[in-house]
């Protein structure tokens, strides 16, 4: 089944794009977030948002009196090194969490996910986590193949 036929079935969604949205409270210390610590600049910038493309995807910064709880991932990027990435994001300032629980630790900001949840990675996925400026918690992930 092609993307024109689930569109004329009815369904839109399985044809739809993902497009991320975070929200920030403070959306100028956003942009210097996003531009000095991931070395992203947005592709439009309206009043209320900053646009960003990254790999064929979007996300959107959004200016929002709330705020996330910062408790789950609510973006990740797949890369593929992610040492690499780690290492570059680390010498920029990012600073990467770092957890030690039962099944789930990190080492140097990575962790080893064997089966946690389905992955791209035949073997499973290596993955980081670290919070922008806004406390949103963003990650990153290498499918091991």
Known sequence: MDGHRDAEDGNALAVARVATRLPAQDLDRARRFYSEKLGL????????????????AEFVLFRST?????????????????????????????????????????????????GNYPSKGARGERGAWFRDSEGNLLGIGEPVV
Do not use: H
Request: charged content about 30%.
């Open 66 to 114: 709330g705020a996330s709880p910062g408790t789950f991932t609510q973006m990740a990027l797949e890369v593929g090194d992610i040492d690499a990435a780690v290492a570059e994001l680390k010498r920029r300032g990012v600073v990467f969490e770092e957890v030690d629980v039962p099944g789930f630790r990190t080492e140097g900001g990575i962790a080893e996910i064997e």
């Open 41 to 56: 600049e947005p592709a439009d910038e309206r009043p209320g948002g900053l646009l960003y493309r990254c790999g064929g």
